[in-house]
Every structure is written in C-alpha cells, then in structure tokens.
C-alpha cells in the first residue's frame, strides 16, 4: 500500500513540488514514473508476450488506480496478486486467462493483494504461493500458501522461470518475483510508479526497506513492474531516486530534532513533510515513525516516552 500522488509527494503549489524534487537531489523524476492517466480497472493490456495485466476495481488514495493483477503464460498461466475479494474482479482474471490459471503468487499479504486469492484458487484448482500473513490489522489471515515461497525458489511456468526475491520493508513477508527470461521485476509494493510506498512500524522496517532496495538495485534488470500504476523503465535509476529521497527526508528529521529540547512525532511531521498537505500528515505520520525507529536501531536517536531526542 502506498501514499498514492501525482508526484512524489502532493504538494500545495508549484515552489512547494519543485522543492520536494529538491529533496531527493533531482530536479524532476525518473523517466517512466506517472504514466498512469490511461490506467482503468478491468482493462486487459497485453505488456509483452506472454505477460497481461488487469487492474482490480479498488481505486483510492492508497491504491491509485487500482492494484494490479498480472497474468503470466499462455497455455499456462500464472497470477500474481490477485488483488482483494472482489467478484467481479475474479471472475475478469478468469476470463482474462489464455489458458487454465495453474499457479497464483502473492508479493505480501496486504488486504489489496491477496485475499482473492482463495476464491481463485477453488474456481480453478490452483496452486497458492508467497509467506504466511504476519500478524497486524493491515494484514490478510486469511490467506495460506500451499507453498511457501523463499527468497531464491524458483517455478518454471510455460516456458520460463519467475524465482522469488524476498524483499522485507514494506512488510516482512513481501517478496518480489523475477521474470528471468525477460528481466522484469514484479514488485508488488516494493516499487511504485506514481507514490512512494508507506513504511508503516510495526509491519514496515525502514532498515529492512533499504536494504531490499539496494539489493534489488544488483540484480540485472529490464523493467519494474509494480502492483499499482504503469511499468518503470529504468530500474537503478528509479531506485537510486527513491534510496535518496529516504535519506535526504531522515537528514531533515536529524536537522529537525537538533534543537536542544525534545520534540513529539506531531511537532515534527509538520517540519520533515511541510510541502505535503496537512490533511496528509496522518499517513506522513507512519513513514515518519519509520525514520525514527531507523534512527533508534542505528542508535543516534532516541524516545523519552515524551518525545524524541537525538543521542550524543
């Protein structure tokens, strides 16, 4: 799940956008990112050979336009994520499918990825794959893995191989999937075109989260491919820009808690996230708790129970 905007952040004017760009050391995005305006629920689009995606009917603000469904194979297919429970969305991946649906993987088990999962699976005898649901409000209990999926286990599906890559952060059982053959990265919400994905304490881990990104930043890849909004077409250089955005916002909370006195997680949103909208600031909020459980865990800051200090 994401903080879904137009931009990086949704800024109140144009000097504000522009300085958020300025944050992250760029003057604008990377190319591909917010080619999203076309994207509609329920539409098939044919993305390579062999590779589909359908957007379920859940748009919002933490969705965009919907969370994405792909379908990969044709006389074979494999679904990953199949988005919430929604019948009607269910009943368009089957349509959707070139050829029995055999296997369906699941990035992490968020409500708006995995719980059609199930009612997929019965209607077509599939194969369930991806990590058990942790505990936590956000997450899916419903969901189960027929098998569960690790970081480097690999499926063979209709003439090529997609191999798990464990990507914590977002969530601890978020996993990405490799389509070797083409070198496609199908991220979930690891990577998103349009937002940047929510690191929500206790189930997201900044840490964790940019450990993943450079991790998957290794790996040689052609395209991102993101579970909302359109396809990313240069993989390092997006990640580059996200890592740099994440740490030019934890230098702006350092700066912020330099004062002498202790400061509360609300005196702060208002000056780490001062170009984005107040009535943004409650989901601000998490990713801010984010970076501070970051510097917590690095030992360079530290909460009195009042507030938040930097250590010496």
């Known amino acids: 799940m994401a903080k ?20 992250a050391g760029r003057t604008g995005l990377p190319r591909g990112r917010n080619l999203n305006a076309e994207l509609k629920p329920g539409i098939v689009t044919q993305l390579a050979p062999g590779v589909r995606r359908l957007i379920a009917p859940n748009p919002g603000m933490m969705t965009g336009p919907g969370t994405n ?7 074979e297919v494999a679904v990953i994520d199949p988005g919430p429970f929604i019948e009607a969305h269910i009943g368009a991946i089957r349509e959707a499918a070139p050829g029995p649906i055999r ?31 942790p505990n936590g409000p956000r997450q899916d209990p419903g969901f189960a893995p027929d098998t569960v999926m ?17 990507t914590p952060g977002h969530a601890p059982n978020h996993l990405c999937y490799l389509h070797e053959q083409l070198g496609w990265l199908f991220t979930g919400d690891h990577v998103m075109n349009g937002s940047t994905v929510v ?18 930043k290794e790996l040689d890849l052609n395209k991102l491919v993101p579970g909302h909004g359109d396809l990313l077409d240069d993989p390092s250089a997006e990640i580059d820009w996200i890592i740099e955005h994440r740490l030019d916002r934890q230098a702006r909370l350092v700066a912020a808690l330099s004062s002498a006195h202790e400061k ?22 998490r990713s801010l708790l984010a970076h501070l459980v970051k ?17 010496d």
Request: aromatic content about 6%.
């Open 199 to 216: 690191i929500d304490p206790p189930d997201g881990n900044m840490n964790q989260y940019l450990a993943s990104l450079r991790r998957v």
């Open 264 to 285: 509360t997680e609300e005196e702060l949103v208002v000056e780490v996230y001062d170009e984005v909208d107040q009535h943004r600031h409650p989901i601000a909020m």
């Open 150 to 166: 690790n970081d480097g286990d690999t499926l063979d599906v209709d003439g090529f191989t997609i191999r798990a890559v464990h």
């Open 295 to 311: 510097l917590e865990e690095d030992g360079k800051a530290r909460d009195t129970g009042s507030g938040w200090i930097l250590e």
């Open 69 to 75: 469904t792909y379908l990969l194979g044709e006389s």
């Open 4 to 23: 879904w905007r137009a931009e990086d952040v949704r800024c109140r004017d144009r000097s504000k956008r522009q300085a958020a760009h300025r944050i």
């Open 103 to 133: 296997w369906i993987l699941v990035t992490h088990t968020h409500r708006d990825h995995s719980p059609a999962a199930q009612a997929l699976a019965e209607a077509t005898g599939a194969t369930r794959y991806g990590q058990t649901p």
